[in-house]
């Protein structure tokens, strides 16, 4: 018999292992010594607790799946329980348990970090759904609010999954939102083309009117009705791009057309005005040299001279027509100015009246002048300061009236 602590060979050749349950043949040598047989299941031994330690190692040191460690720690577990080696075999088990353990708590921080990642992930996607929900409601910058949704799509398959019924709910939301956009995109741009249709009806009116007019030489009606028209477009609102382009090219066309040859024709007349502009500059310095008006009667005799030659010099050109016009147009109502005052000094009738005024105020300051007098030979003070305060008034109302009596001299 042969011995070792964890094995022997008994006589027959069988060789046992020592384990926590007792002893156990795992194996026959009948070709050597004893310890030729004990070495060759230590052997064995080694090999399996080289098995053990490298799955330590891929446990411990990589991110190996918990199913896939259980699965090899079974494993081994069930080649140490039946294995043909001698050696510490309940070491073994020990060591296999301990790497049990240390998976289960790895399973268990996995699954915390899997559950926390599925809540970031719910969070994450109930943004993007509120966010689709929102633009689908509100949005009206149809541009930019597809492509927002396109790029919320985009964030949804990036994110992490959450549970199926959670993940069908959001989606189905999403879908909703996506769908109640282009349902409410598609029905402005229906009504926004209906619009569209309704302008072009409008403005192919107007430019029908302005190109029917282009020939006209009624002048001052004509350009009237074109800025009509001018006013009809802009409230007309836009059609179309290319459609508003067209009209648009047509109406100014007809517009141009019509402006310019009536700038050809006024120009040509501007010509021939230069001589009536000439006579008028020298009317006008002459009716300027009434200024100021000292005699009213003789400066609208002379205006009114003035104004017949006026008239009989014609039309001048437009760019000098205001300027000429506004010149003589002051020293009309300068002149008007004049008459008007001295329509109110001559009138006898503001001139009765005031002298009616001022009249009645020498009465009443004769009255007022005996009374203080009275009051003053009583000794009532009282009196006699109302009536020095009545006479300052009374004079000051009469050097004004007496004034105004003055102008009408």
Known sequence: MSTDPWGRVDED???????AEGERAVGSWQAGEPEEALAYYRRKFDELAGQVQLLEQRVRG??????????????????????????DLGSLQDRLTALTELVGKRREELRAARDQARAHAREVKERIVAEAERIAEETTHWKSGGERLRQLVEEWKAAERVDRATEATLWKRLSTARTAFAKRRKAYFSSLDQQRDAVRGTKERIVTEAEALADSTDWNATAAAYRE??????AAGRASREVEDELWARFKAAQDQFFQARSAVFAERDASFAANAEVKEGLLAEAEKLLPVTDARAARTALRSILERWEAAGPVPRDQRDRLEGGLRKVDDAVRRAEENEWKRSNPEARARAQDTVNQLRRSIGQLETRLAKAQAAGRDKDVKEAEEALAARRSWLQEAERTLAEFS
């Open 229 to 234: 028209l001018m006013r009809e477009w802009k």
């Open 13 to 19: 050749g069988t060789v046992y292992v020592r384990t």
């Open 62 to 87: 990589t991110d190996l799946a918990p199913a896939q460690a259980e699965a090899s720690i079974a494993k081994l577990r069930e080649s140490v329980a039946e294995a043909h080696a001698v050696g």
